[in-house]
């Protein structure tokens, strides 16, 4: 309980400093260089709350030479397993870009924080309305297409336990649509800060973000694009039982 309370406050107090001071100017800076101010500031709120938690982070990569040689504007969809409310900060505070993430649609209401989510291009996806899910995912490959990196979590939620859930095939029409660069990630540890149902945190975990080599869909055939969801789906279990 004591950590929860920790990281609502540390939350709370950065949200309502932040959004008072920054908010006016990353209106003011147009809409590109408010939306860079936006996620970089994302970044830094996401490691003071993973801080919070005196949380371990080891990043490992499999090749970091690609990775930090990716051109945003090549269209980037950051694919990766869901085990916490802790794994969006995990991967926005430790991934060497400045993300945006596909959510879902109730979180664009959350105070301040939804404000923040709009304003770094964030997509919010109705789940339970099949045409509006189509049209976010269509905004989505648009700000991607843009040079706006963007993360999505394909089993649509948290697991209940550390088995991972199906991945859903149209979560990497992001991709496909885009015709990018997919990089599978894989996170290990958040599960056992914070579980999904439970208020309950644990503090002083080590937490694994774990970046595998990029996946150019340009130079996948029609069959292998059919197949994206197992293949990326396996390259993170593979990570998560090897690490």
Not at 70 to 81: C, E, P, Q
Not at 106 to 124: D, L, Q, T, V
Not at 205 to 210: A, D, T
Request: net charge positive; charged share 30%; aromatic share 10%.
């Amino acid at each position: 309980m004591l950590g929860l309370i920790l990281i609502s406050l540390t939350g709370l107090m950065w949200f309502v400093v932040m959004t008072i001071v920054y908010i006016p100017v990353i209106c003011l800076m147009g809409e590109q260089k408010g939306s860079m101010l936006a996620r970089k500031e994302l970044k830094r709120f996401s490691r003071m709350l993973l801080g919070a938690t005196f949380a371990k982070v080891e990043v490992i990569y499999e090749d970091e030479e690609a990775i930090k040689a990716l051109d945003k504007s090549s269209g980037i969809v950051v694919v990766s397993n869901h085990q916490s409310n802790l794994d969006p900060p995990l991967i926005n505070g430790y991934f060497p870009m400045d993300l945006g993430f596909v959510a879902k649609k109730e979180m664009a209401s959350w105070p301040f924080y939804g404000i923040w989510m709009r304003k770094s291009h964030c997509i919010f996806l109705d789940r339970s309305n099949p045409r509006e899910g189509i049209k976010s995912i269509k905004k989505a490959v648009k700000i991607i297409k843009s040079g706006y990196p963007t993360a999505i979590f394909p089993e649509g939620a948290r697991s209940l336990t550390e088995e991972m859930g199906d991945f859903k095939k149209g979560s990497f029409r992001l991709a496909t649509d885009t015709n990018g660069i997919i990089v599978p990630v894989t996170v290990k540890g958040t599960y056992d800060i914070q579980r999904r149902g439970s208020i309950w945190m644990k503090m002083g975990r080590k937490v694994k973000l774990i970046i595998d080599k990029p996946i150019d869909v340009k130079e996948s055939s029609m069959e292998e694009r059919k197949m994206l969801d197992i293949k990326v789906k396996k390259i993170i279990e593979e990570n998560y039982r090897r690490y």
